[in-house]
């Protein structure tokens, strides 16, 4: 199967190495220090203490991926979020009408542009919840093995089978969910657990539950998430090795003293002392954050439908204005206090007689 990988991270790196790793033409779209690596040494990628070599071919831009009519059976879509908007016009130009796009992104709503532009038929959804880090440009390392691959249909009545089958006979563990929406809301609600606060605070995910005020902050934000999604019919389902229906009876039924002590250790086990995805572009300065695909939509959605998001609102609010530099990181580094008032402001605002609707 002919198959392009556009984003060639670290997630994008992982997919398609074990596809070529089991006899697809697999093409990768990377910056060219990284397709200069590939090309000349291959991709490597570490499992469990055994390590392979994968050939695929590297290019550094779509026209050159599809250069000479070249044509693919699936486009895999593994750039950031915020990345994803400007690849729909150069796909809508090259790719032909019967590639699938497979979307493998983080954030709510995110698919949807492709599903308007190419149709639901055509696209199938993705959320990998294995943890993939990069030791070099060409070199991968997958830092849980009981993790894996959800894929869901864009469209009802949609064959996703062959697309299930391919993965799982490249070794990548898959499992199938009927709604894309519900895959992409659970997925989101364990991305933003110790995520947006460990980036403002500029502490680890570990340090952050340490502290009372913030736990009791991430656990309102997570209510927050659930109200939204009890509002909007959207059912919270598991992930392969992520069981998001348990966080979520927890974070419903469990009293504080219960459920603290679980909490910090998910997120020890799962985090610990390794900083998040917002954090690292933010550190990155790379003007550009993926909250506004999670707290930020959050907020939105329940801006529409009258759900009180106030703390999924300022975590996104504030870690805009730190992307964007208009507040200086230093009024939040190391101050849980100055973001539980910021938090406690916003509420205000929002309850004032001539606040917002």
């Given amino acids: ?18 596809l070529a790793q089991h006899g697809h033409q697999v093409t990768l779209i990377a910056r060219q220090v990284t397709a200069d690596l590939i090309n000349a040494n291959g991709l490597t990628i570490t499992e469990a203490g055994a390590t392979v070599r994968t050939r695929p071919t ?25 990345d994803l908007a400007a690849a729909v016009d150069p796909l809508l130009a090259f790719a032909s009408s019967t590639a699938t796009i497979l979307p493998v992104q983080n954030g709510i709503d995110v698919e949807r542009p492709l599903i308007e532009q190419f149709g639901p038929a055509r696209v199938v959804v993705g959320a990998l919840t294995t943890p993939i880090s990069k030791e070099s440009g060409n070199s991968l390392i997958v830092e849980r093995s009981d993790r894996g691959l959800a894929l869901a249909p864009a469209a009802r009545g949609q064959n996703i089978k062959p697309w299930i089958q391919l993965m799982r006979q490249a070794g990548i563990p898959v499992k199938r969910v009927r709604d894309y929406e519900a895959m992409k809301w659970s997925k989101a609600l364990l991305n933003i657990i110790g995520n947006a606060t460990s980036a403002i605070l500029n502490r680890p995910p570990g340090v952050v539950y340490a502290s009372t005020a913030v736990f009791d902050l991430e656990m309102r934000m997570l209510r927050e998430t659930l109200a939204v999604m009890r509002e909007r019919r959207i059912r919270v389902v598991n992930l392969p090795g992520s069981p998001a229906r348990s966080l979520a009876r927890l974070l419903r ?10 909490m910090q250790g998910r997120v020890a086990r799962g985090r610990g002392d390794k900083m998040p995805s917002f954090y690292l572009d933010l550190a990155g300065g790379r003007g550009q954050s993926e909250v506004v695909y999670h707290n930020g939509a959050i907020a939105r959605a329940g801006e529409a439908d009258g759900v009180p998001t106030p703390v999924n609102a300022v975590l996104n ?4 204005q730190l992307t964007h530099e208009t507040v200086d990181w230093r009024e939040f580094d190391g101050q849980p206090g100055r973001l539980v008032q910021a938090v406690k402001a916003y509420a205000r605002k929002m309850a004032a007689p001539d606040g917002p609707a």
């Fill in 317 to 320: 609010d504030i870690l805009l």
């Fill in 58 to 82: 590297a290019v550094t831009s779509i026209a050159q991926a599809f250069m000479g009519g070249r044509s693919y059976d699936l486009i895999l879509l593994t750039m950031k979020a915020y």
């Fill in 253 to 262: 039924w469990a009293p504080r003293f219960v459920l603290q002590p679980i």
């Fill in 1 to 18: 199967m002919d198959i392009l990988v556009y984003g060639a991270g670290a997630v994008g790196g992982y997919l398609g190495g074990r």
